[in-house]
């Protein structure tokens, strides 16, 4: 079994920054893909970015490209979600995944573990 713990979330300004973590326990994640998903008010899950077990690998969704940059520290069992240049539109909770199987990508089935999720506010 693999906890996933997220921290770092919180109210910001159109414009400002915040640094998301998840931290794991149970199970080391250091071989698996790991990936943050978000869930906005009245909408569905959606991926935003994801890492594979290296950090050598990276993808983010166009929405957040430019923005949002995702990294990894195995010896810390940790994945972090750099969120810059916030905007109104990115308000949602965050989560946090990890997969038990080989590869890594968007699809939210690939992931066997999830986070209780941290809301992140950006105001206008």
């Known amino acids: 079994q693999v906890q996933l713990v997220e921290s770092g979330g919180g109210l910001v300004q159109h414009g400002g920054s915040l640094r998301l973590s998840c931290a794991a326990s149970g199970r080391t994640v250091s071989s698996y893909a790991m990936a943050w998903f978000r869930q906005a008010p009245g909408k569905e899950r959606e991926w935003v970015a994801a890492?594979?077990?290296?950090?050598?690998?990276?993808g983010h969704a166009d929405s957040v490209k430019g923005r949002f940059t995702i990294s990894r520290d195995n010896a810390k069992n940790t994945m972090y979600l750099q969120m810059n240049s916030l905007k109104p539109e990115d308000t949602a909770i965050y989560y946090c995944?990890?997969?038990?199987?080989?590869?890594?990508?968007?699809?939210?089935?690939?992931?066997?573990?999830w986070g209780q999720g941290t809301q992140v506010t950006v105001s206008s």
């Open positions: 995944a990890t997969s038990m199987t080989p590869g890594w990508g968007s699809p939210q089935s690939r992931y066997d573990y």
């Open positions: 890492i594979n077990w290296s950090g050598g690998s990276t």
